[in-house]
């Protein structure tokens, strides 16, 4: 029963980062139409531009290692952001008006392209890092669980919720919505639709950049550390139901659940497997997910 | 239509660019180094997912051909190692190692150390026919009886000679529960300490694979807890090792670790800390440096110099293995046959690693290994046997 | 009519002569590049089919190489059968399992089939790394025997070159073939619209369950072809990026046109050549370069050809 706990804790921890990725996806779908194969990529440079601030920050903010770790955060999702405004001007503008096929090689090659920069400028060993609650475990009903796990948890809850709030109770969240439905009628409407573009590509790479931060310390950062998780992600958006922000928060959780509980019941080996299986299920079966809308296809 | 110069001159253009773009890289490609240069082939992981073993004989070969042509190169001619990437996988590394045989047509090429890629090469060594040395431990190597292929590092059956020896032996434990990289290494690994256990009458009771590229190994672990193990035998590279420890502490496991050399990699030892290193175990193929000679402290102090890392025992075969090529280069020259009959007739070459002697049966070249834990509280090896046993 | 097509058949004339030719005037090396380029192409061919003609997208012909590679190996070690068996074996393999997943996942459009066809790539992967009693895990399968053709074996470079250009050519034909019968003007209504072609006599799902079925077994070609000039098989030949690749080699020379594919196959296969002096920053500058071919030059280098010389010969262009 404890291992079933620890487990299960894991999952959710790992769930909750698929979740926050699986938003970045759908957000870049939902609102510019993009299937964004880069996102992995993305994450894998939020996760190394951590590792390279959170050891520069010590220099300006020595004492307080909170002080350390926000400046950090800080860092790197200014960092993101400037990657956000490159991916708007430099991929999606120019292709914009293309097919659906060339927009996902367009994600992909710069995808490649992006992890090989990040080879040639961090190297290829892999990189510790410390996670700003340190290493301490709890004891939970006798199962043991990092704090750590604990506070992704926390931090992806709290980053999600800021998501909806952001997309669906403010005004810019109204013309977010209102360029995803109609990029059209939101031009007439007045909604300067290229710098609503642009905000989009820096939220999607934040959110990206956000999940490498909190993955960083589990898993030990080296480029390949995106791959990954880029395909669990969209694994969790096909479950969870595209265009829906509790559709990636349960698609994400279940996917962590599947792949944990997986491996330890049916299959360590095939574990990816088991991921990919119930995402096919998914879309023979109910391709809009668990809480997406009908599956209307996309020109 | 509207172009912005005349359609036919663009056309033409567009049509001349494309055949010079077609043409030029089918004419022979140009050599990058003078005439009377010595060039040899290595093929290794720069870039995939072992990169990071890849790194460290990258950098140890690119020394080595420094130090060698500083020494005055072969008798005066210098020697140049040609790198090409075998890239994560079988496929590409075969590719590379045709690659350099068909363009650099050297008499010898450091294979690479990943067991997996160099048995995947083999076939190709015996159709090429020259002389190479690889640092990859898997017990299938020598069962290929390629004549043409040495191994420059323990092989993985010394190494679980001595694992069977620390868990037998050393840490009294009768519950084994194997861990390992489902490839070439890891599997080989397994059941030469299986078999090896099975033979002093101790059974394992659980064998969980992974992949070298996974995140999370907690159900392997856990089933290995499940089903009794007190000891955790394990065979893996340097992330996936470093996961393992860290994860086996905070599930909270107490059962000791004997590892194979993976973990005593200094990009493994990099990632953990002392205490996720207290009752772990591991084989080395040497303790490097001043253990072995005066010579080797200075390696590791210039090798540290040059890369801002430390070496490990794969890096430094290599090294030592290019340092027997250089003696053997100027002894019988760049003839492929020649090379192959000093490689196997090498005896008591003081290297920085150890001494290497060819066993005549199996080529290969290194014939002991070392048993290590971590003095309690840091990251420091110590040695606890030798073996086999003088 | 008349001009363009003998126009046509000179320029098809012209460019057998010159890749008879090529063995002769590249090195060693380039020629088994050469070799890897005519199998990529045959690959390629298959995505002109199912992607160029019928629209549907498809991030996993990877995965249909590697089934028809690995089947003519295990076959052939296994059972002892000769390539002239396990080859069709092979292809029919491919179709088979691209059969069995077409009719539920063909009902998707879009990113939808785009994530289906990569989920079965990556899945098709992890069964070759994992299922080690038949597909040799990561280790692969190697010993691979040679082909074998009236008694002699084919062992050289040269002779692969032969081999798989005559095989290169006779795909071609039929693709060609294809394209102008009623199955390929088929095709072309279902990809540009879909809905109306519905509602006409055009039998859509059977079209597209065809189309797909057909690109894959070109794919399973192309592996059994490897599979016994390279000697070796492993699941690296299966990967995502192996698929993505062959997509680009798809866009690179002009999606519509089977010239294109095999222009694509080959302008890719030596890009790692040509890009040498680059170094270790070869992929970046891989990977920006598809992306400007993407944004400049999206119809491919034949499209963009057609445009040129031949701008009012049928609307080619994609919706």
Redesign the interface.
């Known amino acids: 029963m404890t291992q079933l706990i620890q487990l299960i804790v894991n999952a959710i921890a790992v769930g909750a980062i698929y979740a926050v990725v699986a938003l970045s996806f759908e957000i870049a779908y939902e609102s510019t139409g993009v299937v964004n194969f880069a996102t992995g990529q993305l994450v894998t440079i939020g996760a190394l531009l951590g590792a390279s601030t959170l050891a520069y920050s010590g220099v300006h903010f020595g004492g307080s290692a909170l002080a350390t770790q926000a400046a950090s955060y800080a860092m790197v999702f200014g960092g993101m952001a400037i990657v956000g405004l490159l991916f708007f001007v430099g991929v999606f503008m120019p292709l914009r008006k293309q097919p659906a096929l060339t927009v996902i090689i367009g994600t992909v090659a710069i995808g490649i392209a992006i992890q090989n920069l990040a080879q040639l400028t961090w190297g290829s060993l892999p990189i510790a890092t410390q996670s700003p609650v340190g290493t301490r475990t709890l004891d939970f009903f006798g199962a043991v669980v990092s704090v750590h796990a604990l506070y992704v948890i926390v931090v992806a809850a709290v980053l999600i919720a800021a998501v909806y709030v952001l997309l669906y109770r403010s005004a810019l969240g109204a013309q977010f919505r209102a360029l995803a439905q109609d990029p059209e009628a939101a031009r007439l409407m007045g909604i300067r639709v290229n710098r609503l573009y642009a905000l989009t590509w820096v939220l999607v790479c934040a959110l990206a950049g956000a999940a490498g931060l909190l993955l960083g310390p589990m898993w030990f950062i080296d480029v390949g550390l995106g791959e990954g998780i880029g395909l669990k992600a969209f694994a969790a958006a096909i479950i969870g139901g595209f265009g829906s922000v509790p559709g990636a928060i349960v698609g994400g959780v279940l996917v962590g659940l599947a792949e944990i509980l997986g491996a330890s019941y049916i299959s360590s080996a095939y574990k990816d497997a088991i991921v990919f299986a119930l995402m096919f299920l998914f879309l023979l079966v109910r391709p809009q997910g668990l809480f997406g809308e009908r599956v209307a296809d996309r020109a | ?1 509207h172009h912005d110069t005349d ?1 036919k001159m ?2 033409r253009r ?1 049509a001349a660019a ?1 055949g010079a ?2 043409a ?6 140009s050599a990058a180094y003078a005439a009377d240069d010595i060039v040899v082939g290595a093929t290794v992981p ?2 995939g ?1 072992f ?2 073993t ?2 460290q004989y990258h950098n140890s070969l690119r020394l080595a051909q420094d130090d060698i042509n500083a020494a005055g190169g072969i008798k005066g001619r210098k020697l140049r190692i040609v790198f090409e990437d075998t ?6 590394a ?1 590719n590379a190692f ?2 350099l045989v ?2 650099v047509n050297p008499p010898f090429v450091f294979l690479s150390g990943l067991s ?1 890629q160099a ?2 090469m083999e ?1 190709e060594v015996l159709k090429a026919k020259i002389p190479v040395v690889t640092a990859g431990g898997a017990v299938a190597i020598q069962e290929r009886k390629n004549p043409w292929l040495f191994r420059a590092r323990p092989a993985d059956t010394l190494g679980a000679g001595a694992i069977t020896y620390g868990v037998i032996d050393l840490l009294k434990k009768s519950k084994p529960g194997l861990l390992y990289a ?3 290494y890891g ?1 080989g690994a397994a059941n030469a300490v299986e078999a090896m256990l099975a033979k002093s009458g101790v059974s394992v009771v659980a064998k ?4 070298p ?1 996974d ?2 190994f ?3 672990l ?2 290995l807890k ?1 089903k009794g193990a007190d000891v955790i035998v394990s065979f893996n590279y ?2 996936d090792g ?2 393992i420890l860290k994860q086996r502490k ?3 496991l107490t059962m000791p670790v004997v590892a194979g050399t993976g973990m005593v990699a200094p ?1 493994t030892l ?4 002392p205490d996720d290193l207290i009752g772990v175990y591991s084989t080395a193929d040497t303790m490097l440096g001043e253990a072995v000679s005066p010579a080797s402290a200075d390696f590791v102090r210039r090798y540290v110099l040059a890369n801002k ?1 430390r070496p490990d025992t794969f890096g430094t075969a290599y090294y030592d293995a290019a340092l027997i090529l250089a003696e053997g280069l100027r002894k019988v020259g760049p003839d492929a046959e020649k090379l192959r009959a000093y490689f196997a007739g090498v005896k008591d070459f003081k290297g920085m690693a150890r001494n290497y002697t060819t066993d005549p049966a199996t080529n290969n070249m290194a014939h002991s290994v070392v048993l290590v834990s971590f003095k309690p509280g840091s990251k420091d090896l110590v040695a606890a046997a030798v073996y086999p046993k003088a | 009519m008349k001009a363009t097509s003998l126009l046509g058949a000179a320029i098809l004339g012209a460019a057998l002569v010159a890749a008879l030719a090529v063995p002769y005037v590249v090195s060693d090396y380039n020629l088994r590049v050469t070799v890897l380029a005519l199998q990529s192409a045959i690959a390629v061919i298959g995505l002109t089919i199912a992607f160029g003609w019928c629209g549907l997208i498809q991030l996993g012909q990877a995965a249909f190489i590697g089934i028809g590679a690995y089947t003519s190996a295990i076959l052939a070690l296994r059972f002892g059968l000769g390539f002239w068996v396990t080859m069709p074996l092979a292809m029919a393999a491919s179709a088979l399992v691209a059969f069995v997943i077409a009719v539920p996942m063909l009902r998707l459009r879009g990113h939808y089939l785009a994530l289906a066809t990569v989920g079965f790539n990556v899945t098709a992967e992890i069964v070759a790394k994992n299922w080690t009693a038949v597909t040799g895990g990561y280790d692969g399968i190697s010993a691979i025997p040679p082909v074998t053709l009236f008694g002699r074996v084919i062992e050289t470079d040269l002779g692969y070159f032969h081999l798989s250009l005559v095989f290169l050519i006779a795909v071609a034909a039929f693709a060609w073939t294809l394209r102008h019968s009623r199955f390929g003007r088929a095709m072309i209504a279902v990809r540009d619209d879909e809905i109306a072609s519905g509602t006409s006599s055009v039998p859509v799902v059977r079209t597209k369950v065809l189309a797909f079925v057909i690109g894959s077994a070109l794919a399973g070609l192309s592996g059994a072809l490897y599979a016994h000039y390279a000697h070796y098989v492993s699941p690296g030949d299966f990967e995502l990026s192996r698929s993505i690749t062959l997509l680009v080699m798809l866009i690179a020379g002009g999606e519509m046109a089977i010239a294109g594919a095999i222009l694509g196959a080959v302008l890719l296969s030596f890009a790692p050549e040509w890009l040498r002096f680059v170094g270790e920053a070869y992929l970046v500058v891989f990977g920006v370069g598809v992306l400007l071919l993407l944004i400049l030059m999206p119809e491919g280098v034949v499209g963009r050809l057609r445009k040129w010389f031949a701008p009012r010969a049928g609307k080619v262009g994609r919706a």
């Open positions: 239509m359609p663009s056309r567009a494309l773009f077609a030029a890289p089918l004419l022979r490609p720069i870039t997912t990169a990071a890849g790194l890239g994560g996988n079988n496929s590409t075969v045709v690659k068909k363009q997996t048995l995947a076939p489902q490839d070439d599997t969980e694979a992974f992949n590229r995140n999370d907690s159900a392997q856990l089933s499940n340097n992330r470093a996961l905070s599930l909270g990009s990099d990632l953990v800390d890392a």
